[in-house]
């Protein structure tokens, strides 16, 4: 999890994240939003790959990119359960409070 979480701290890995998540892209229709060299920003395709967050495959000269859902959804499930601590802990602050307020 640390992988991925480390892979979308980069604003520029995010965005092409929310990029595939429209669908399929190549490397040459992600990089063209991006004032980056194209060498630079294979590193950024590298990192997301090495995360298990894209697969790449390439046929000629076209190398496309494609999100890995799967594994996406571990940030879902890891944020699901830190959302229910907190409401938890929450809700036991709110308890605290009230009861303090009935004092």
């Given at each position: ?18 990029t ?33 967050l ?50």
């Open positions: 999890m640390s992988e991925v979480f480390l892979a979308l701290a980069d604003p520029t890995r995010r965005q092409v994240i929310r595939l998540g429209s669908g399929p892209a190549s490397v040459g229709d992600l990089a063209r939003p991006f004032t980056i060299t194209l060498p630079s920003f294979m590193k950024h395709i590298r990192a997301l790959e090495q995360s298990g894209i697969h790449t495959v390439k046929r000629g000269r076209v190398r496309t990119c494609s999100l890995d859902r799967d594994r996406l959804s571990v940030v879902g499930d890891w944020l699901d359960e830190q959302r229910l601590v907190w409401e938890a802990r929450t809700d036991r602050l709110e308890d605290v409070a009230t009861e303090l307020e009935e004092i």
